[in-house]
């Protein structure tokens, strides 16, 4: 959990609540060094208090507004991975490797 990532999540002016409550959801989950996370659809929605679908149409919102980025990993048998922009992170290519949290 990020706390950093969560106060800039907060302190941003999304017009749309969905697509707000998208972003904290995952800045919620993101490395508070580089941002990265992997939540599943199902969790963001349950905590944004909306349906998978929102989800579905609120990250590219928050993907073209520059406030994430999206990794696709199906070839891995995962589905996506996300990484929060939030200032001060380290950039993930020159993060250090870490073992996924389970």
């Known amino acids: 959990m990020s706390i950093q990532a969560v106060a800039w999540a907060l302190s941003l002016n999304i017009p749309d609540p969905f697509a707000k409550l998208v972003l904290v959801s995952l800045s919620n989950h993101a490395d508070n060094e580089t941002g990265h996370c992997w ?3 199902g969790l963001i929605a349950k905590e ?3 349906n998978r679908r929102t989800v579905m149409r609120k990250v590219p919102y928050l993907l073209e507004a520059g406030y994430i980025r999206v990794f696709n990993h199906r070839s891995q048998g995962r589905a996506l991975d996300y990484q929060v922009l939030f200032p001060g992170r380290i950039p ?3 993060a250090p490797l870490r073992k996924k949290r389970r």
């Open 39 to 41: 939540p599943t659809q």
């Open 48 to 50: 944004a208090s909306c």
């Open 92 to 94: 993930l290519a020159n």
